[in-house]
């Protein structure tokens, strides 16, 4: 079992930046893939970006690239996403996810099903 907690939402400017961070706790002993999800109000939740176990390979929504960069520091168990430029649209509760990988290149599926476990979302407000 994986536990996970999102940190540094918060209320932003359009063209503004923040830093999103997930930390994993329980049997993080095994190798997991990560990934960040959204979910605006009404709507259903999406794929931002994920990153296998071993950093090496990343996969992001088509929504995101070039402004956003996920990391992670398996020493520490976190996970981290660096929002910049963001827009309006960018509005969600964000999602920290993870399961279990067999290979540490694997990078998780952009559906929410491949994803075990979840953490209960951080708030990002971005205003016009």
């Known amino acids: 079992q994986v536990q996970l907690e999102e940190s540094g939402g918060g209320l932003v400017q359009a063209g503004g930046s923040l830093r999103l961070s997930c930390a994993a706790s329980?049997?993080?002993?095994?190798?997991?893939?990560m990934g960040w999800f959204r979910q605006a109000p009404g709507k259903e939740r999406e794929f931002v970006v994920g990153?296998?176990?071993?950093?090496?390979?990343?996969r992001y929504a088509d929504s995101v690239k070039g402004r956003f960069t996920i990391s992670r520091d398996n020493a520490k168990n976190m996970v981290y996403l660096q929002m910049n430029s963001l827009k309006p649209e960018d509005t969600a509760v964000y999602y920290c996810?993870?399961?279990?990988?067999?290979?540490?290149?694997?990078?998780?599926?952009?559906?929410?099903?491949?994803?075990?476990?979840w953490g209960q979302g951080t708030q990002v407000t971005v205003s016009s």
């Open positions: 996810a993870a399961d279990r990988s067999l290979l540490s290149t694997t990078v998780g599926g952009s559906s929410p099903h491949e994803y075990r476990y």
């Open positions: 329980g049997r993080t002993s095994s190798s997991y893939f």
């Open positions: 990153i296998s176990w071993s950093g090496g390979r990343t």
